[in-house]
């Protein structure tokens, strides 16, 4: 079992950059790959960022690509995204997931078993 805390969200203005955090519980968080999705008002959660178990390989989805990042903290037991160049189309519920599957399928929710709760993004123009 793995529990997920977010925290690290907020209000910024457009251009600014925040830093997500995902806080997770048990012995097996450096097993998993982990995701970072997001969801705005009306529309579908959508992956943002992937890693795998050991931080080597990482996934962007074009959306943020070369403006997030990614990492890993395994010692901690914690996930990042650094979030740079923000836009107002960024401005939704971000949440990290942890898939006990490795680094496959990371758009699919459905390949993650456990999720935080979420925190807000909220970008203003």
């Known amino acids: 079992q793995v529990q997920l805390v977010e925290s690290g969200g907020g209000l910024v203005q457009a251009g600014g950059s925040l830093r997500l955090s995902c806080a997770a519980s048990?012995?097996?968080?450096?097993?998993?790959?982990m995701g970072w999705f997001r969801q705005a008002p009306g529309k579908e959660r959508e992956v943002v960022a992937a890693i795998n178990w050991s931080g080597g390989i990482t996934y962007y989805s074009d959306s943020v690509k070369g403006r997030f990042t990614i990492s890993r903290d395994n010692a901690k037991n914690t996930v990042y995204l650094q979030m740079n160049s923000l836009k107002p189309e960024d401005t939704a519920v971000y949440y990290c997931?942890?898939?006990?599957?490795?680094?496959?399928?990371?758009?699919?929710?459905?390949?993650?078993?456990?999720w935080g709760q979420g925190t807000q993004v909220t970008v203003s123009s």
């Open positions: 048990g012995r097996t968080f450096s097993s998993y790959a």
């Open positions: 997931a942890a898939n006990p599957r490795g680094l496959v399928r990371v758009g699919d929710t459905n390949m993650y078993d456990y």
